[in-house]
């Protein structure tokens, strides 16, 4: 039986690439679904039509009514929301709540947009700062604002956040009146164009406003102009590959990128075995190498624990992960699915390997039987805990980032060097810290801040309270320098200035008043 071709949805319209297609699989049963593919189509008519069309008449509308179009999408999101974990379990093969960070995640986003937009009010353009005078009286004035960039928004996506990874972008860009073309990675690229065909068909959106490329990424960075922006989240070889684009290199076209992160989770001195901050630790470090399969930009790598307790932590995370069945996230009992396609699979396996000549095992869920699912077949592989006892020596550890349910315990001197080990990360999206002395946690948080996008501070007070090590909250800044790419997205309505321009206007009084902001 032959499967169902995706449509593209460029130039205002859905077109059907010309080519065969690449076709996309249930990790876990091994079948095909759909299939993807971009040959053939116009993308220079498809950018220019982004570009004018759907620019235009995104800038023609206020910030609080393009609030209301993010709004429009939240409701026609959460009405199709039942097809869209359907798609979660067959294309990326992942259980119910784990479907939900990425669905209900990205409704979540949009809503908070669509709220934060509609108290920027019935303006075109932004304040920035107040005015100042430009001599010794105020009769020439210099006023900074923002204002939308007139171009295009292109975004390459990763595998593991079809859903959103899409609006976690679009919210923010939409409501600065910039159009959107989002080219999803092809494994997974199901679930982001059902939802841009819903959104498109439900009519909410200015033509080309929304466009969606499914399958080869090859020709889209030639279309970008020198106030159109880029937004990449995969690896850093790719990264390179876009920085050093003629339209970024040489256009200057802005770019935003999200790359690797060893992210590390910290356990202060002074937290005992068995303590509330030791094992508020051990629940995080379990929640974060399970949820998603450890798919997740986000998840713990690094466990940097005293030395003293660190044969206890190692016992206390391994019994936490001999009770985690995996497998088909379709039966009730599994409470981890799949990673995203044997390939995959494959990488996780050699990343392991890699790191085998510095670490030792200290939990191996590989062996374990899965649930309902063909070993053979299914791209499903149980957690795996590692350990190396000098953590300075184990330099892969702090290089290598397995992309699956894999996570490494190192032990620190003090904390000094528990600090230290966190830096070697060279930049990662998030740290968390354990503990329960308010100024202790207070002075690490400033210490490990400067190669860290978030810090995510545990204490027994928040134990009920905290978002998660690695969820990612539309009010906190996502990103990280160095090999996190150095980018920044989110963080409340900061995320606008990723699309805005900075102009200061140098006028009268008179003028300034009369620019509407």
Not at 169 to 192: C, Q, Y
């Amino acid at each position: 039986m032959t499967t169902e071709l995706l449509a593209n949805h460029v130039a205002g319209r859905w077109q059907s690439g010309s080519g065969t297609g690449t076709p996309l699989f249930d990790p876990v049963l091994g079948t095909e679904l759909v299939r993807v593919d971009a040959t053939g189509l116009d993308l220079p008519a498809a950018f220019a039509f982004a570009r004018e069309q759907g620019g235009n008449a995104l800038r023609a509308l206020t910030y609080r009514q393009r609030a209301g179009l993010l709004g429009a999408i939240v409701k026609v999101l959460q009405a199709n929301r039942d097809a869209y974990y359907e798609i979660a379990t067959a294309n990326s093969g992942t259980v119910k709540n784990d479907s939900a960070v990425d669905i209900d995640g990205a409704i979540f986003t949009l809503g908070q947009y669509a709220k934060w937009g509609d108290a920027l009010g019935d303006v075109r353009a932004l304040r920035d700062g107040d005015a100042v005078k430009l001599g010794k009286e105020p009769v020439f004035q210099s006023q900074h604002l923002q204002v939308p960039t007139h171009g295009v928004a292109l975004f390459i996506n990763a595998f593991n956040f079809p859903s959103w990874g899409l609006w976690e972008k679009a919210a923010p860009a939409l409501l600065s009146g910039v159009p959107v073309i989002v080219k999803p990675a092809t494994a997974t690229a199901w679930l982001t164009q059902r939802m841009v065909k819903d959104v498109v068909d439900a009519g909410v959106l200015p033509a080309g406003a929304l466009s969606v490329i499914c399958g080869s990424s090859a020709g889209l960075m030639d279309q970008l102009q020198p106030f159109d922006v880029v937004s990449f989240t995969g690896s850093a070889e790719t990264a390179a590959l876009i920085r050093s684009h003629a339209a970024v290199a040489q256009r200057s076209v802005r770019v935003n990128i999200e790359a690797d992160s060893l992210n590390s989770a910290l356990l202060l001195p002074g937290a005992a075995p068995g303590s509330e901050a030791f094992n508020l630790l051990v629940r995080e470090v379990v929640r974060e190498m399970t949820v998603k399969a450890g798919q997740k930009c986000t998840a713990i790598r690094r466990i940097l624990v005293p030395a003293e307790v660190y044969d206890d932590a190692a016992e206390a995370i391994g019994a936490k992960l001999a009770g985690i069945s995996v497998g088909n996230p379709r039966n009730e009992s599994v409470r981890m699915g799949s990673l995203v396609s044997r390939a995959q699979l494959n990488a996780v396996r050699e990343g392991l390997d890699a790191l085998a000549a510095q670490t030792t095992v200290l939990h191996d869920g590989r062996n374990k039987p899965l649930v309902d699912a063909d070993p053979a077949v299914a791209a499903c592989i149980g957690p795996v805990l590692l350990g190396a006892r000098d953590a300075d020596a184990a330099q892969r550890v702090h290089d290598v980032e397995v992309f699956g349910p894999v996570a490494t315990l190192l032990p620190y001197r003090d904390l000094a060097h528990g600090i230290a080990l966190a830096h070697r990360g060279q930049g990662s999206l998030v740290t968390s810290l354990y503990g329960s002395d308010d100024a202790a946690l207070a002075q690490a948080a400033l210490a490990v801040a400067p190669s860290h996008g978030r810090v995510h501070v545990i204490s027994p007070e928040v134990a009920q309270a905290h978002t998660g090590h690695g969820n990612v909250m539309p009010m906190s800044m996502h990103g990280g320098p160095g090999r996190a790419g150095g980018g920044a997205e989110l963080g409340g309505l900061r995320a606008l200035d990723f699309y805005h321009r900075r102009s200061a206007v140098q006028a009268s009084p008179g003028v300034l008043a009369a620019l509407g902001l």
